[in-house]
C-alpha cells in the first residue's frame, strides 16, 4: 500500500508498524495546537524568614526552578508566589531572571514601598509569559529565580516569614515557582 498524506484531515494512511526510523519523530517535530499546555514544573520552599544579604545587591531566593522546552517557538509561562513582612524599609524590588545558554536576563520587575513603622504583610506574586527563543535556535534548559533587593535595612524584609501563626495577619510559610510550557 502507498503512503497517502491526507493535508486536510491531518492524517497518514498506509504506514506499516516500524515503518519509521528510530527518533525520527520528536515532540520538537510534532504540531501541538498553538497556547495547549505542553509540560508543567512545580517548585516549593519552606526556607523560612528568606532576607536580601544587603542593601546594594539582589539576592537569590528559593525556590528556582528548570524546564526544558520542546520548541523553540514555546512560551513559558512563570507564576511566582511568596508571603512575607517588611518593616520600615524604603523600596523594595523583586525582579524575575532566566538563565539561558549560562547568561543570566532580567526580565520582569515589581517594586513595593513602606516607610511605616509597623510591619507589613506582603505577597509577593508575579506572573509572566516569557518568549525566550522567539521561534529561533536551539533549545535548551532555563533557569528561573526571584531576586530581591532592599533600598534600606535588609534584614527587615522576609520572605516565608515564621512570625505570624494565626489571625488576619497569617502569612504563608511556603513560596511557589510554577513553570509552564505553552505551544506556539
Not at 526556607?47 to 539582589?58: A, E, H, I, R, Y
Not at 533557569?143 to 497569617?170: E, F, I, P, W
Request: aromatic share 6%; hydrophobic share 40%; charged share 10%.
Amino acid at each position: 500500500m502507498a503512503l497517502v498524506l491526507n493535508g486536510s484531515a491531518n492524517t497518514i494512511s498506509g504506514l506499516a508498524v516500524g515503518g519509521l526510523p528510530a527518533n525520527s519523530v520528536t515532540a520538537a517535530n510534532c504540531n501541538f495546537s498553538i497556547g495547549k499546555i505542553i509540560q508543567v514544573v512545580y517548585a516549593t520552599s519552606t526556607n523560612l524568614d528568606q532576607t536580601p544579604s544587603g542593601s546594594t545587591t539582589l539576592t537569590d531566593m528559593a525556590p528556582t526552578a528548570s524546564i526544558t522546552p520542546t520548541a523553540n517557538t514555546s512560551k513559558i509561562k512563570i507564576t511566582f508566589s511568596a508571603g512575607g513582612i517588611c518593616h520600615d524599609n524604603n523600596d523594595i524590588d523583586a525582579v524575575l531572571s532566566r538563565q539561558k545558554a549560562s547568561t543570566w536576563t532580567r526580565i520582569q520587575g515589581m517594586a513595593y514601598y513602606n516607610n511605616a513603622d509597623a510591619e507589613m504583610p506582603l505577597n509577593f506574586t508575579m506572573v509572566y509569559v516569557d518568549d525566550p527563543y522567539g521561534g529561533s535556535g536551539t533549545v535548551g534548559q532555563l533557569d528561573y529565580k526571584l531576586q530581591t533587593h532592599v533600598a534600606a535595612t535588609h534584614a527587615n524584609l522576609k520572605l516565608n516569614y515564621s512570625g505570624y501563626t494565626s489571625g488576619a495577619q497569617l502569612v504563608t510559610e511556603k513560596a511557589i515557582m510554577i513553570l509552564e510550557e505553552i505551544a506556539g
